[in-house]
């Protein structure tokens, strides 16, 4: 006959198990989904309309929305920085190139696509759980919040494309590049007047 200790056991045990088991089967299908941008930025995107109309239809929650707005201004920030910044960490190790004749070094972002894309979900997650408890809906003027918001952004972005200009970096690719070579010179002919 167990004690009341062997049942706490047996049910942490069984806790543990669940959680494992759980942990492994999401980050299964963390890893069958990283191949899938377009699939997991569509998801993404309908996460968020759903939080959005709930916001919308519950009339409440903007302080809520107002946080997950920073919270999402700082991970664009990361995306778009190279790891390495210049300003930083003064030209020394792995830098951007910035003159012509420097070493291509390729764009290295601070916080990669993935992790940009799974911190965005979750905490829209997160947000709209929070929409399900009272404590969190502050009143406030949610029009001021939102200028508010606009003009960080923008500012943000300022120095941020500011930063991209001075150190001569995009953070976007379009592809891989097509080089013509030698035979799309010699094939040319000069434009006739």
């Known amino acids: 006959m167990e004690g009341p200790s062997g049942d706490g056991s047996s049910a942490s045990i069984a806790l543990e198990k669940w ?16 191949p899938h941008p377009l699939g997991r930025w569509l998801g993404t995107l309908g996460v968020a ?3 959005l109309l709930r916001v919308y239809l519950i009339q409440g929650f903007y302080i809520v929305t107002y946080g997950l707005g920073i919270y999402l201004l700082n991970l664009l ?20 190139p910035t003159k012509g004749s420097d070493e291509f070094k390729p764009f290295i972002r601070r916080l990669p696509e993935f992790k940009f894309w799974f911190s965005i979900t979750k905490a829209i997650c997160i947000a709209f759980a929070m929409t399900f ?21 923008f500012l943000t972005m300022k120095r941020q494309i500011m930063h991209m200009i001075k150190y001569k970096y995009i953070p976007f690719s379009m592809g891989k590049q097509k080089y013509t070579g030698k035979k799309a010179t010699a094939n040319s002919s000069p434009p006739k007047y």
């Open 19 to 34: 959680k494992s088991d759980f942990t492994r089967k999401f980050q299964y299908y963390l890893d069958r989904s990283t």
């Open 49 to 51: 309309s759903i939080y």
């Open 77 to 96: 920030i990361g995306f778009l920085s190279p790891i390495a910044d210049p300003e930083i960490e003064g030209l020394d190790g792995a830098s951007l």
């Open 133 to 153: 408890f009272s404590v969190f809906d502050v009143p406030v003027f949610w029009p001021i919040l939102l200028c508010y918001w606009i003009v960080l952004f």
